[in-house]
């Protein structure tokens, strides 16, 4: 079972965008977030992997989906099922993957399994875009793929939040939320993806679509969340939000990425602790 340490150490290594929102929050809502995190960050490492084959890819998405499906429980829980899993790409694969089974199990138990199915239901989505090389075709492709990997995770988190604050979270915009940060992700990662053979544009779509199709969930998101009071939910989403923002105006200029000192600056400004 991974400690406090452990998760916050792994949290920090995978994303400080979201290590410093996920760390200031109270106790169990903070753990809760923090598995649902690295858990999808477990099965995101499989997706995004640069040399594993598309068909290992989709084996391992698999698995992973069908072990999680078949747990009942923390004490029960199969973790030699995933030694097994991952034992021909223990070289390949990053730690935050290996420790799934352990992420897993550090949310507070009784939305542990929320958390697995969560996960598996994304996994097995992942899985499924493996097996077709991620093309996507059309507009309707680039909803499901954003939904699947990215909007369903605005789910999960309106649950958690529902669980442990009974804040109520509007489902559509959680989506937005979801799809604008992948879109934005997309659109950073455009020349690596395009260099291991993924396209997530649609046919025909220019650079200015895909920015105006980020804009519009963001936009939605945002018009929503000044209807919420000040809850540690906007807390926890202020910063993955201005990046995502900074980041668009960023690449518009024509910069590779945000800068380091500019994201500084924008988390700094927000979390001056």
């Not at 649902?36 to 594993?52: A, M």
């Not at 544009?201 to 018009?223: H, I, K, V």
Request: aromatic residues 10%; negative net charge.
């Amino acid at each position: 079972m991974a400690t406090y340490d452990e998760a916050m150490q792994t949290l920090k290594l995978t994303s400080r965008t979201f290590y410093l929102p996920i760390v200031k929050l109270p106790g169990g809502l903070r753990d809760a977030v923090a598995a649902g995190y690295l858990c999808l960050r477990s099965i995101d490492e499989i997706e995004d992997h640069p040399t594993l084959s598309g068909a290992d890819k989709a084996s391992l998405l698999g698995g992973i989906s069908r072990i999680l499906q078949s747990q009942t429980s923390v004490e029960t829980f199969a973790h030699d099922e995933f030694t097994q899993l991952f034992k021909d790409f223990r070289e390949e694969l990053p730690e935050v993957t290996l420790r799934i089974g352990e992420w897993a199990c550090y949310a507070p138990t009784f939305i542990a399994p929320r958390v697995w199915e969560a996960t598996a239901t994304m996994a097995d989505r992942m899985a499924q875009w493996a097996t077709v090389n991620w093309r996507v075709s059309n507009k309707s492709d680039l909803d499901r793929y954003t939904y699947g990997v990215a909007g369903a995770v605005g789910l999960l988190l309106c649950d958690i939040w529902a669980w442990f604050e009974k804040v109520q979270i509007h489902r559509t915009h959680a989506i937005q939320f979801g799809r604008g940060l992948q879109t934005v992700n997309i659109l950073r990662n455009r020349v690596e993806d395009l260099a291991r053979g993924v396209d997530y544009f649609p046919e025909g779509w220019s650079l200015e679509e895909m920015f105006t199709y980020a804009r519009e969930n963001l936009d939605g998101f945002s018009s929503y969340a000044k209807t919420l009071p000040r809850t540690t939910f906007m807390h926890f989403v202020e910063i993955p939000r201005s990046l995502a923002y900074a980041t668009l105006e960023a690449l518009e200029r024509g910069d590779e990425k945000l800068s380091r000192q500019a994201v500084l600056q924008i988390v700094g400004a927000l979390d001056p602790g």
